[in-house]
């Protein structure tokens, strides 16, 4: 980029005058623009900022702006000032000296250019950490260094430009330290725009005294996540929010759902809330009827607690604007609970025409395979009056027993959808629904990208007729980039390489589950079967790509279920299968 830059002459070499800069980089958002193709590596930030001094400060900004460790600040002190010691699980920085007050004064230059103190993968209201994150980092700063760093200058005064804070990501070695309440007041500023903290370890009148503090100062918050205990316990004392009137964003792990009233009446002062996560603890509900009205809310998302603690909470919340549900609930769920669930939909989704995004997971560890829920289309038939639909995902709720018309039925009801799920997971699956029906319900949805499902391809496709009888294939569609077949029932008779290649050129991933969840080890005859049917199909609809030049989309080879690994294992399925027989 810089090469483009010099070439035609609107960055000059450093050895030249500044003077003769070209006038562009006169102006600041000109410079923070062009600074944008090179900020995701420190090493050119440092290269810009060396070549004269009018880049220097933009470019410096925006290497210091986000930061997961306080460990750059300190480095930046003279070497003698600090070492680096092994604490076991990580490394940690403590003082050798004391720095002096003009040693301190160049940490405090590069601090004032911090905006967001945040984890290793930004700042995330998420419940759950990203697979291979951890809170405990490599290196880190001691407490005594941070002890001396905030005796020397308040934390405000210090980040003064500070915006996003993730405490624990930061402050891990504080985080079960008495002065944890009190450093986390000291942050608190009206610049700040987003915090996440755990109360762990902070005492219910120090908690009373933050919050207090919160509302007091921190007039601009507007994404805030509490927990307690990493969201392995319900707060004991619950926030109130009247008084940050920029809200908008706002995350508890956990709540009592014996509490829902309370927690309902605390949210209820939040009139911008726009986005809102609760996991749920307890076991019974409170008897609620005090609804959540909020005309801002778009975003709703419960996790951990039981279905019907999800719907119960669901039904008191009113909203025009509601355009995304996310539910992760824990247990199995009879067929009368996921009923009266899908029915709450029509409470909460005043506007039919905003709800865009539903998903729905048992994320039960080790569900029941003796359990059967049969999950009929009729259960699902009220979700085609949200005819604004663009993703809808049922996974692991029960066994689906779905029929060809509600397939037949989906792309007038959902003419946008663009993801389209359900999946048994974990249970075992009905093979109710036709291959046929798939092959209409997928290329009628011209923005469909990704369908999983599970069909029954056990006999001929029937492939549709034009006004004079003769057979003409379904329309060609360009979309499906994804698409997952479940525990589907397969034969050649059904032809499934040929219409996929026909009718989906753009197909890169085909995929299956590899054997019935908790029986990997014991396959039957008709799931070897299935696994050895789907694994030819995958490897003629790769020959058929590869005889028609299809098969690298985009520069990418077309992706099967059977790479390295899964090969080695279908290789042990089909030998398997012959030894049966």
């Known amino acids: 980029m810089w090469d483009w830059l010099y070439e035609r002459g609107i960055v000059l070499e450093h050895q030249q005058q500044l003077s003769t800069m070209h006038r562009i980089f006169e102006f600041d958002d000109i410079i923070y623009a062009v600074l944008q193709y090179v900020k995701s590596s420190g090493t050119d930030l440092v290269n810009v900022a060396m070549t004269c001094s009018r880049l220097a400060d933009s470019a410096l900004n925006i290497l210091w702006s986000e930061q997961s460790s306080l460990v750059p600040l300190i480095m930046c002190l003279p070497q003698d000032t600090w070492e680096v010691m092994d604490h076991g699980l990580c490394h940690i920085v403590h003082f050798s000296r004391d720095p002096t007050p003009i040693e301190w004064e160049r940490l405090r230059v590069n601090a004032s250019r911090v905006r967001r103190l945040v984890g290793p993968n930004g700042f995330t209201d998420a419940l759950r950490l990203p697979l291979g994150e951890t809170f405990i980092p490599d290196l880190n700063v001691s407490g005594d260094v941070l002890q001396k760093l905030f005796v020397w200058s308040r934390p405000a005064t210090l980040f003064p430009n500070l915006c996003e804070l993730y405490f624990k990501a930061v402050f891990y070695v504080l985080e079960y330290d008495s002065s944890k309440s009190w450093l986390l007041r000291q942050f608190i500023s009206p610049g700040l725009q987003a915090l996440r903290f755990d109360v762990t370890g902070i005492l219910p009148h120090k908690l009373e005294q933050l919050l207090a503090t919160l509302h007091a100062e921190a007039h601009g918050l507007r994404q805030l996540t509490v927990s307690e205990d990493d969201g392995n316990m319900a707060l004991t004392v619950l926030p109130s929010f009247g008084k940050l009137p920029k809200l908008i964003g706002l995350a508890i792990f956990g709540i009592d759902v014996c509490s829902t009233r309370q927690t309902i009446a605390n949210i209820q002062q939040a009139r911008c809330l726009q986005s809102l996560k609760l996991k749920l603890f307890g076991t019974s509900c409170d008897a609620g009827g005090i609804p959540l009205e909020s005309p801002s809310l778009k975003t709703l998302h419960l996790y951990d607690g ?56 048992d994320e039960s560890k080790i569900p029941d395979s003796r359990v059967i829920i049969p999950l009929s289309s ?204």
């Open 306 to 361: 039981s279905l019907p603690q999800c719907t119960h909470f669901l039904r008191q919340v009113t909203t025009p604007q509601l355009s995304h549900i996310d539910i992760r609930y824990c247990g199995a769920a009879s067929l009368a609970e996921m009923t009266a669930f899908i029915e709450s939909l029509s409470t909460s989704c005043q506007t039919v025409r905003c709800l865009e995004r539903v998903f729905v997971v």
């Open 378 to 581: 009729e259960i699902f038939r009220p979700l085609f009056k949200f005819n604004r639909l663009l993703s809808v995902k049922f996974i692991g709720i029960g066994n689906f027993n779905l029929d060809d018309g509600f397939l037949y039925d989906i792309p007038v009801a959902w003419p946008s959808i663009r993801e389209l799920k359900l999946t048994s997971w974990k249970r075992r699956a009905i093979c109710s629904v036709t291959f046929t029906a798939m092959m209409s319900l997928a290329s009628r949805c011209r923005s469909l990208q990704t369908l999983h499902l599970t069909v029954d391809a056990t006999q001929s496709t029937i492939i549709p007729r034009a006004p004079d009888g003769t057979e003409e294939l379904w329309p060609t569609q360009t979309a499906l980039r994804d698409l997952h077949l479940g525990y589907s029932k397969v034969s050649e008779v059904a032809r499934i390489p040929y219409f996929l290649a026909e009718v989906f050129p753009t197909l890169i991933d085909f995929k299956w589950y590899d054997y019935y969840y908790g029986i990997y080890r014991n396959p039957d005859i008709a799931i070897v079967s299935a696994l050895s049917a789907l694994n030819d199909a995958s490897q003629q609809l790769w020959a058929l790509r590869k005889s028609t030049g299809a098969d690298d989309l985009d520069g990418r080879r077309i992706q099967t279920t059977a790479g390295r690994e899964e090969r080695r294992f279908h290789r042990d399925i089909i030998d398997c299968f012959k030894y049966l027989h």
